[in-house]
């Protein structure tokens, strides 16, 4: 994925978050047939507006069953074959051959809901996502891993202080780096989530020490986040995937690329 990731920092990232408001803003019924629509309709304009990496959130086709996960299926498909990068928004996270599982699902080439980078979850510990570290490190896949994010409800648990003195988000920052130095070897993407509205400086996190280890950066655009900010938001990360969905998404078929256009230009700002 390291390799195929556009040239220059911060990267856009476009959210496919089919929100029953975005299928209206796209014309299409909210059901599974009106996903494999807007599906075929958006792909052509995602590889029209230039923009490299997308991030289909799998919640809102998972909520329209096995139709959904068809057209997310055909979603993942059609990009891949168009040579862009695809992160797995499925934040999955367990333990053991359960972790395998997850991993071998979205990150064994060929599968159904093959992505080039999967967001996973680390409340059992960075350590129990170990499955998913190294098949995404074999097949030179990424993996992105929830440090700290915008949500109020998570603010007492990612602040709150381990035993070696380190936050819980600072903490998984941690880890993960560790694990990337046990394994030099490999050619892969493995990074953190952290949210663009709040201050990593407050989590306990502090990217300096890390300057290589890859940011997935969700908030801007509709949350409120401008892009021109993405460089000072995190100075010493490279890459930044900063994140924009609804902001794009909600106008519609005949706004999508001036949008996706438009939020390139202000992010090169």
Not at 31 to 55: M, R
Not at 223 to 235: C, H, K, M, N, T
């Amino acid at each position: 994925m390291k390799d195929r990731l556009p040239v220059g920092n911060p990267v856009l990232c476009v959210g496919i978050d089919p929100h029953g408001s975005v299928l209206e803003a796209w014309g299409v019924p909210d059901s599974g047939e009106g996903l494999v629509q807007f599906v075929n309709t958006i792909v052509p304009l995602v590889a029209d507006s230039g923009c490299a990496v997308v991030k289909p959130q799998v919640a809102f086709f998972e909520r329209h069953g096995l139709a959904g996960m068809r057209a997310l299926a055909l979603l993942l498909g059609v990009l891949r074959s168009r040579g862009l990068v695809t992160i797995g928004d499925a934040k999955r996270g367990d333990i053991g051959s359960t972790m395998e599982g997850y991993a071998e699902a979205w990150l064994t080439p060929g599968s159904d809901f093959e992505v080039d980078a999967l967001t996973v979850v680390p409340y059992q510990g960075v350590g129990a996502l170990e499955p998913v570290l190294a098949l995404a490190a074999e097949h030179a896949k990424g993996v992105f891993v929830l440090s700290a994010t915008s949500n109020p409800e998570a603010r007492d648990t990612q602040r709150a202080m381990r035993s070696d003195g380190l936050s819980v988000a600072s903490g998984v920052v941690h880890d993960l780096a560790a694990w990337v130095d046990l394994h030099p070897s490999t050619v892969t993407t493995h990074g953190v989530v952290v949210g663009s509205t709040l201050s990593s400086a407050d989590f306990g996190i502090d990217m300096t020490k890390h300057p290589g280890m890859p940011i997935l950066a969700p908030g801007f655009g509709h949350q409120g986040v401008s892009l021109s900010s993405a460089r000072s938001l995190f100075p010493a990360t490279s890459p930044v995937l900063a994140v924009v969905a609804r902001s794009v998404l909600l106008t519609g078929e005949q706004g999508f690329v001036d949008a996706v256009r438009a939020a390139e230009g202000e992010l090169r700002s």
